[in-house]
């Protein structure tokens, strides 16, 4: 199997955890397994190429670990690392931060069982570590509930104290999410069930590496001399190092040598000095597990005064891996020392009493020491490791069988998206990380609900469910945006309903055919070779200014050729891009905070009227004329409805022109970026691009015929139409709407997400990996086309669709023809959400003549 196991600190730091994973990873090495560990990255040490660190935020580390959020920057890495290193059978979640929660999100989006392991007591850890646990646990719920659902039913605990109950959201959340959860111990996992976990959860002890056992054998004790103790682990509050340094003081004829590190070695040291203990206790720092297990040997027994905090206690395994007794506290650990001598309670008036008596007759020890003999190899690693794999096999045999989420049977069932905060609902997600957040939808359920500002939305996660909805007989209507659009195009197909709608799409699909599509072609190839032909060679551009302004200009030229257009192209030229800008803004404000933008409003209204009176002083011009040019409103002037025997008025072309600029022109240019972009970035398709455009169209210009003899650029451009489909799409019920059988209320809104479902691994495989060849001719029959949903499904389904492809396919050709793309280094493309299909921010690059 290959496993890829998700830690939040670094195999180099120290920690109970941290030595568990290492043997654990070492263990299923032995076993012939492969492990690839994704961790907060450690500047200190040497790169291992089995482990991935993550990018860590730039703020300072917390307890000396860098954090690390589960952010697209390091899903991205993820999935290329995923990509690169083959398939992974099974994602280990071993903690509850961001790489854990990045681990989570990525076997998720991969559909890749899922199994994590709850052994970190963080309630616990923040009521003995922080100024302030109440509101630290609380802030860590909401941050952990922003990306991991907290919707299972957690019981009240009597004597739980708030900010532990805090806490316990996060470790019970994060065990909950998986497909099976491991606990070291039964006490922990019955904590676990007991704080409302549902998951199958298997007790699966954590081991002692046996490389560090093999050989090694317990060593006797002489019964004379102090009573020397050890104290192996983390220098931090839960683990009461200053409660044992003062027990030992207490305490006659008694020695302690302390290994470990942490943040209260000063504090240790001073209390040392102060109480003179110098000849007594010592610190040793920080050593390697074997040294620890050979001071260990070399010891009377171990001091281990946690109480409520340790879930097993590596230490003490490694004490039983030695023969040493143990000094212990807290009766939950029991289950961990199976020989040992626990204080009547974990007061250090009690412990001192434990260790007087110790080392006042060493017969009990002598005793623990024979019961130990022949223990070791219980907590040998490889003694686990089955039991872990049998873990694995189950959680894989779980997912592969799972039946599809079931559909809710009342609107109370539909989950609602994690990570909802007051006022604003899922805004500030969806804008931080689009594409994270529609991704991490379809493992809630075929429908989610979720919350943009006032507005509830319920989005449809499977193609199938959404094509049920879209090709019924449901009427959709997009009041808000047509209030929001009227002084631009507020007449436009896209905001039409029921039969008017129909009329509408019926009038002006013509005008869009493949037919005539011929004739704009010859079009868009002259303004794409010019454009090409004109670009700079060795400096710098941005070629997503250029794919905007190129697309801009060929969509106003197909609109209109003819000549007297020339004004109205100069005006769309001018004020376009701005008005596209203030769409998304106006239609995301209520009317009453829009109405409050006076400036902005007043700039709209006056750049509307204009380029509505040029748009329409070239269609009464084409009227007047009463010729064919071979353009878009050529075509919408001459057509006539079959069935009504309707013509367009002035105004409905107007209309329809610019909803083609609105819609058309920003996501024809993104998605021409970004098909720029991942062919820069990957040199064996940009070669096999150029081999296929050097064999069909040489050095000259390219024509539109060309694109037939270029298979290998169409399986491009579809791979980027699916890579990069767009986020969201959304209309309103426009009546009370019914899917199976839950009614939802008029007036919601309906959404989808292309790109949620073309990154879904239940419809193409490895999705997150951009790569044409599922598209063609022997991969095509394996690809789901109904997963292909970047231009919409049914009634309203893009009536531009081949115009984009055709335009995306000559502008990439006409580019790449000529030039090399190289990548500005050191800038990074990020994906901003501001449109319906995401967008390059930039693409700063240089362009090398072929
Ligand atoms: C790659 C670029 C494009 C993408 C990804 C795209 C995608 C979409 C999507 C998802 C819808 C909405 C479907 C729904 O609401 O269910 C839509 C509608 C529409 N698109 Fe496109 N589109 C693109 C380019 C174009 C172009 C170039 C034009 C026109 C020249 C165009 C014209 C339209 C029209 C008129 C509608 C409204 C259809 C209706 O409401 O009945 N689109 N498009």
Request: contains cysteine; hydrophobic residues 45%.
């Amino acid at each position: 199997m290959h496993i890829a196991m998700f830690v939040d600190y670094h195999p180099a730091s120290l920690g109970g955890v941290q030595t568990a994973v290492a043997g654990l990873r070492r263990g299923l090495e032995r076993a012939g397994h492969r492990v690839t560990l994704f961790v907060a990255p450690d500047p200190a040490t040497e790169p291992d190429p089995d482990i991935v660190a993550l990018h860590p935020l730039s703020i300072p580390a917390v307890n000396g670990f860098e954090v690390v959020a589960p952010n697209r920057r390091n899903a991205a890495l993820i999935d290329a690392e995923f990509a690169a290193r083959g398939p992974i059978d099974i994602v280990h979640t071993q903690s509850t931060y961001g790489v854990a929660i990045a681990g989570m999100k990525a076997a998720r989006r991969h559909r890749i069982p899922l199994v994590h392991t709850a052994q970190s007591r963080d309630d616990a850890f923040i009521e003995h570590t922080s100024p302030a646990p109440y509101a630290t646990a609380l802030a860590l719920r909401a941050l952990h509930g922003r990306y991991v659902p907290h919707a299972h039913h957690m019981p009240h605990r009597d004597g739980e104290s708030g900010a532990a109950r805090h806490a316990w959201w996060t470790i019970s959340g994060q065990a909950q999410a998986a497909d099976r959860v491991i606990a070291p111990t039964r006490h922990f996992a019955d904590l676990l069930l007991a704080h409302g976990l549902t998951r199958p959860i298997t007790v699966v002890s954590n081991g002692v590496d046996d490389a560090l056992l093999d050989g090694r054998t317990a060593v006797a004790r002489p019964a004379d001399g102090p009573l020397r103790l050890v104290w192996c682990g983390r220098l931090s509050g839960e683990k009461r190092l200053l409660e044992s340094i003062e027990a030992v003081r207490r305490t006659d004829h008694c020695v302690l040598d302390i290994y470990g590190d942490g943040d209260l070695r000063g504090a240790a040291v001073g209390r040392i000095v102060e109480r003179r203990l110098g000849q007594r206790i010592r610190l040793h720092g920080r050593v390697s597990q074997a040294e620890c297990l050979d001071a260990m040997a070399d010891a009377d027994a171990l001091l281990f005064p946690s109480n409520g905090f340790d879930t097993q206690g590596m230490a003490l395994l490694e004490a039983t891996a030695v023969g040493l007794p143990v000094v212990y506290c807290d009766p939950a650990l029991a289950e961990s020392v199976p020989a040992g001598v626990r204080s009547a309670d974990p007061s250090v008036e009690a412990l001192a009493e434990t260790l007087a008596e110790l080392a006042a007759d060493r017969s009990v020890l002598a005793e623990l020491r024979t019961r130990l003999a022949g223990r070791a190899d219980t907590v040998r690693q490889s003694r686990q490791i089955a039991r872990v794999l049998e873990v694995y096999r189950d959680a894989g045999a779980a997912v592969a069988s799972a039946t599809p989420l079931a559909m809710p049977r009342t609107l109370a069932d539909i989950p609602t998206a994690p990570g909802r905060v007051p006022v604003l609902g899922h805004s500030l997600r969806a804008l931080a990380d689009a594409p994270g957040f529609v991704t991490s939808l379809p493992a809630l359920g075929p429908i989610v609900r979720v919350h943009f500002g006032r507005q509830t939305g319920y989005v449809l996660t499977t193609p199938d469910l959404l094509r049920e909805v879209n090709l019924g007989d449901a009427e959709f209507e997009r009041e808000d945006l047509r209030e929001a659009i009227a002084d631009i195009a507020g007449g436009a197909v896209n905001v039409l309903r029921g039969p008017e709608h129909r009329l509408r799409r019926r009038m002006i699909s013509p005008a869009l055919r493949q037919s005539r599509l011929a004739e704009y072609a010859e079009a868009a190839a002259d303004i794409a070779n010019a454009w090409a032909a004109a670009l700079p060679a060795d400096r710098r551009v941005n070629l997503m200014d250029e794919a905007h302004g190129l697309v801009l200009d060929t969509v106003s030229a197909t609109l209109f050729t003819a000549d007297f257009g020339d004004s109205a192209r100069r005006e769309i030229r001018d004020n376009v891009p701005w008005l596209l800008s203030q769409v998304i803004v106006r239609t995301a404000l209520p009317p009453r905070l829009r109405g409050l933008r006076m400036i902005a409003n007043y700039r709209w209204r006056s750049k509307s009227r204009h380029l509505r009176a040029a748009v329409g002083a070239a269609v009464r011009e084409y009227r007047r004329r009463d010729e064919d040019f071979n353009d878009v409103v050529s075509a919408l002037i001459r057509h006539t409805d079959s069935e009504t025997g309707a013509r367009l008025s002035d105004d409905h072309i107007i209309d329809e022109a610019i909803l083609m600029l609105a819609g058309g022109v920003g996501s024809m240019a993104s998605l021409t970026g970004w098909l720029w972009h991942e062919v820069s970035l990957r040199p064996a398709i940009a070669e096999r691009l150029y081999a296929e455009l050097d064999a069909v169209v040489g050095t000259g210009d390219v024509r539109p015929e060309h694109l037939a003899a270029m298979p290998y650029l169409k399986q491009v451009v579809s791979e980027t139409i699916r890579f990069w489909g767009p986020w969201i799409s959304a209309a309103n019920a426009g009546a009370d709407l019914p899917i199976g059988d839950v009614v939802i209320p008029a007036g919601a809104a309906i959404m989808f997400s292309p790109y949620m479902v073309q990154h879904d691994p239940r419809w193409f495989t490895h999705p997150e990996s951009f790569d044409p060849d599922r598209w063609s001719a022997e991969n095509a029959a394996d690809t789901v086309k109904k997963a292909m949903i970047s231009f919409g499904v049914g009634r309203r389904r893009c009536l531009g669709d081949h115009f984009a492809m055709l335009e995306i396919a000559l502008a990439s050709a006409a580019l790449l023809s000529r030039w090399r793309i190289t990548p500005v280094p050191g800038h990074r493309v990020r994906a901003s959400n501001r449109d319906f299909v995401l967008s390059p921010s930039a693409l700063p690059v240089t362009l090398r003549a072929r």
